[in-house]
């Protein structure tokens, strides 16, 4: 009996600061196997990306020798493999695919990486990885092609501006980082019993939006110390301290992303995690209870990328929905 | 040759988190002698603050058996010697008097400790240590006495509103700390060479609270990966990017702490380092060029406390200015 096997046609990284994951494409950027690892870069030295390369992808090279390799993310930054340079807002498939960088070894490439993205201006801005999942989440949803406001949250959540499949401007905010810090170094964390469960309690975290909602313009920074004296008071239990900041600060990040925003425009959450169910319960809160959330749109961008690089012919288009 | 020696009527104690100071006053509060030490409740174990306490003052106790000692501080929270429960707002020289808690050993009260202020309300506040400066300054400056505002800058920021020497309410904002542990665990403090000369860049303080202002009420939390990527895309030096940081923070605070502060009523900055300095600056750009530094204020508090509650009496009232 014979089954029509899919052939491999590109392997795709998603190479950021603490994982690195691999997927194995198909036609139309079908997924036919994938891995990930906690290698990032911040996690490996910078010698060691030829040999974590190979540990990752040489069993499939081995079998396709020449399939093509992209990668986008923190690998193609200063501190990464090879420096992928920024291209310019309004940044869309076409100047993605014309900026790819790319390592040789052996007089042979063994990696094409994606740039980033700046927006320069007063205030610049960059971002690395997120501009691949942005191609990824505009095929995946269509309606986001004409006109769209993205969050991608994160560690450096980026809130991005979509005009004709373009990435016309973006900001980043640093909240994921803010609430690992505070939790781990600040008062705020030591509030915290070493046994509690990590259990989210919605309510603490939508009483910490609702804190900044109040506040009006003065937001939630005035209010961070709250995640203490709430609990100092007795009027919020220790564990639940944290969805409390939780809340205070992704509603900081949406009392300034959203305040001059349309809601007739479409907005979108891309991400996968449990992180982008807080934003869309969050974003819900603050009046935008049509967010959708698009999840595992980087392979899917890289198949883009790679289609309008000329790195693989599609054969077989996706349909587009 | 005889001179008249001044008289030692009292042990004042500024025990805080990080440090512990130590003042011998004499009538008025006359300062006769001091001494500091790096002896913060973090940073001794609970066991040992009478050894602590002896360490520091039992060369005056030994001269000057019946002083009595009067603190003020951390010392006086659940995780300090003996907690002092907190007084409520409004709160002035009689109620702290009144709720001075007392650490008895042998018999005898070995150190008399002043209560912390809670603000109860939807958003509890609390502060200790604080209350101590406050009635200092306004022993200090006769003009803060029937309307003021004052902000004690610090790890803990604190805003008060003071009506007829009373503190009337207070916000705490987390400035300091978020500087700290944004300089020490985030991505902002990796830019700054570590060889950097710790000399302040007064313009790019500035350029950070310029950052917030043009903001408008999205205000400085939106704006702190600037202090990144402004580095990275060459238009601030790394060994600069930590006092734009500073400007960011502090200029957010000042944002939600001035946006409904009328300009009639008089502004003062309370604190003794280079921090009160920095905030000067920073109000003068925010439209409060009028704000002036208070310095020394917790002994003279101390002393009004102690006088208040009948510790010491005063025989050679200090003319108040």
């Known amino acids: 009996m014979f089954t029509s096997t899919p052939v491999p046609r590109l392997i795709a990284l998603d190479w950021g600061t603490s994982s690195l994951r691999a997927y194995l494409l198909g036609d139309g950027g079908a997924l036919l196997e994938q891995s990930v690892k906690p ?15 190979a540990a990752m ?21 200063a501190q990464g493999w090879c420096e992928a340079p920024y ?30 993205v700046v927006e320069e201006g007063a205030m610049p801005d ?8 942005i191609i990824g989440a505009m095929e995946l949803d269509s309606r986001l092609r004409r006109r769209a406001r993205l969050v991608l949250p994160g560690t450096h959540s980026k809130w991005v501006e979509l005009r004709r499949e373009r990435i016309q401007s973006f900001s980043t905010y640093m909240t994921g980082e803010l609430f690992a810090v505070l939790r781990d170094h600040s008062i705020l964390g030591r509030a915290v019993p070493v046994s509690a469960t990590p ?32 609990v100092l008071r007795g009027r919020l239990r220790p564990e639940e301290s944290l969805d409390y900041l939780s809340g205070l600060l992704i509603g900081e ?16 959450i891309v991400g996968e995690d449990s992180l982008s169910e807080r934003y869309r319960r969050a974003l819900a809160l603050f009046g935008f209870g049509d967010a959708r959330i698009i999840a595992n749109a980087s392979a899917i961008g890289l198949w883009r990328i790679a289609n309008a690089s000329g790195l693989v012919q599609e054969t077989q288009r996706r349909p587009r929905s």
Not at 126 to 133: I, L, N, P
Not at 200 to 228: D, H, K, P
């Open 87 to 116: 291209v310019p807002c309004p940044a869309g498939l076409q100047s993605l695919a014309a900026g790819l960088a790319s390592v040789t070894e052996g007089g042979r490439i063994q990696l094409h990486i994606v740039p980033g």
């Open 253 to 268: 990040e949406l009392r300034c992303a959203t305040h001059r925003c349309s809601k007739r425009v479409p907005l979108a």
């Open 39 to 53: 290698w990032g870069i911040m996690r490996t030295s910078k010698r060691s990306f030829a040999k974590v390369f």
């Open 126 to 133: 960059v971002m690395r990885g997120e501009e691949t999942q």
């Open 199 to 230: 259990v989210a309690s919605w309510a603490a975290f939508e009483r910490g939006l609702m804190a900044v909602l109040e506040r009006g313009t003065s937001g939630g920074f005035s209010r961070l110390f709250s995640a203490r004296t709430l």
């Open 57 to 77: 992808v040489g069993e499939w090279r081995r079998r396709w020798p020449n399939l093509p390799a992209l990668a986008a993310g923190m690998i193609g930054s």
